[in-house]
């Protein structure tokens, strides 16, 4: 049987709905930070699921421990205990030095407890009336209801009618901060390092500010870490980069290594506000899940969190030493450690690279793609090899000569 003829047959047209302008290639299977497509070209990924597949592809002990996992017990529910669950639950939050967490399938459903989370809080204390959220400029925080409502494009939320009340400010604003959070919302929800956004780091005095702000108006703060958490900086939270600490943090895509795995994890009241009939989940935190998010931790453990480190430095230095070399289409790199953005003078410029990695003169293809305002964005896999990173840098450097844009 041919790789194609795997996939399926071809003559029936795909009826999937027409969400997403999907590229060419047909993939077939993949190792470490390579796919294959149907036809065995080769393609290194530099945007791993956007995010997800943080353990590269066909890692031999992500499937070997869902494959045993399937095996022995496969799908209870949250009605029953399970072991993985629970070491996870233990683990997870010693982690992020939280007292509790909900497990669920995406970054949006993560994001849609921690803003119940919120709301309830409030109840809890006696303001049912502050119901309304906080979220900045730039922000993505997921396509379901209440996280498209705190999510910035106004594109993606305007066809959708009446959400939940959110209102904008621009990162960096403090001033702008400070008069929204007195109007008494439930909650300020922010991305540490904007993924969607352009790949957009906030400075510690903002996120700083914005803890201290929450503290003096009694804001709960959420951490949206669904794209730059989970070891992506180098520091498993982004957040202790930046010495901020939030109520509420929610992770998803690397944290599950492609699996559908999500978590919001919360402290203090924030912990035990949500009681039974609150909320739930029916494969949220299932045994498939879990053991996938068990490995990332393992992983991490035993020195791929180093190894992160000293790949996203040596990114950096590669993607600095780019940008001097490109002044004419690159403004400015952006990013840390595995979450890194080109800034591009011309915005048209951040697709027409991806296009032109995609589809090089020479060597092989390269998967990467773009963010809001011109951004180039790489959120490649952990275990990409030094070899990896110079085919990336060199094929890189012959996308951005290809846009022949080199005087500023
Ligand atoms: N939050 C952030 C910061 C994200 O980047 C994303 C996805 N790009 C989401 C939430 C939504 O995650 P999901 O697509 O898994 O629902």
């Known amino acids: ?11 029936v047209p795909d009826r999937t709905m027409g969400t997403y302008v999907r590229a060419e290639p047909l993939f077939v299977r993949g190792a470490g930070a390579w796919l294959v497509d149907d036809a065995g070209e080769r393609y290194l ?10 353990l590269g592809h066909g890692h031999a002990r992500l499937g070997a421990r869902i494959a045993e996992q399937a095996a022995a017990l496969g799908h209870v529910s949250n009605l029953y205990r399970h072991a993985p669950g629970e070491e996870l639950s233990r ?4 982690r992020c030095r939280m007292d509790a967490v909900f497990f669920s399938n995406s970054g949006s459903e993560a994001n849609e407890t921690a803003l119940k989370i919120a709301r309830k809080v409030q109840v809890l204390r006696g303001q049912p009336e502050r119901q309304s959220f906080v979220a900045l400029t730039g922000g993505f925080h997921g396509r379901t209801t209440g996280a498209l409502a705190v999510t910035a494009k106004e ?18 604003n403090t001033a702008g901060l400070c008069a929204a959070l007195g109007a008494e919302p439930a909650a300020l929800i922010l991305e540490p390092i904007q993924g969607e956004g352009g790949v957009r780091e906030l400075s510690t005095g903002f996120l700083q500010a914005a803890r201290a702000a929450c503290d003096a108006t009694g804001t709960v703060l959420i951490h949206d870490e669904v ?21 509420v943090v929610t992770l998803a895509k ?9 978590a919001t994890l919360a402290r203090g009241e924030a912990a035990d506000a949500l009681v039974p009939g609150d909320h739930g989940s029916t494969y949220g935190g299932g045994t498939l899940a879990c ?7 393992d992983e991490l453990d035993t020195g791929l969190q180093e190894r992160v480190v000293d790949l996203g430095d040596a990114l950096e ?23 890194q953005g080109l800034a591009m003078r011309r915005h048209d410029d951040a697709a027409r690279a991806v296009h032109a990695l995609a589809h090089p003169a020479a060597g092989p293809p390269v998967l990467a793609c773009t963010a809001s305002g011109g951004v180039l964005r790489l959120l490649p896999p952990y275990v990409l090899t030094d070899e990896d990173l110079a085919v990336a840098l060199s094929q890189l450097d012959a996308a951005l000569v290809s846009l022949n844009r080199d005087q500023p």
């Open 317 to 339: 230095v590669g993607l600095d030493a780019l940008a001097s070399a490109h002044p004419g289409p690159v403004l400015q790199r952006r990013g840390r450690g595995l979450i």
């Open 291 to 297: 053991q996938a998010a068990l490995t990332v931790l």
């Open 254 to 262: 690397a944290a599950g290594a492609g699996v559908p795995f999500a």
């Open 91 to 94: 683990r997870l939050t010693e």
């Open 45 to 54: 990924d530099l945007i791993s699921g956007i995010g997800a597949s943080s």
């Open 1 to 11: 049987m041919s790789d194609a003829t795997a996939t399926g047959p071809t003559e």
């Open 155 to 172: 594109s993606y939320r305007e066809p959708f009618g009446a959400l939940l009340d959110a209102t904008f400010v621009d990162p960096e």
């Open 227 to 247: 794209q730059c958490g989970s070891g992506r900086t180098g520091h498993f939270l982004a957040g202790d980069v930046y010495r901020a600490r939030p109520d």
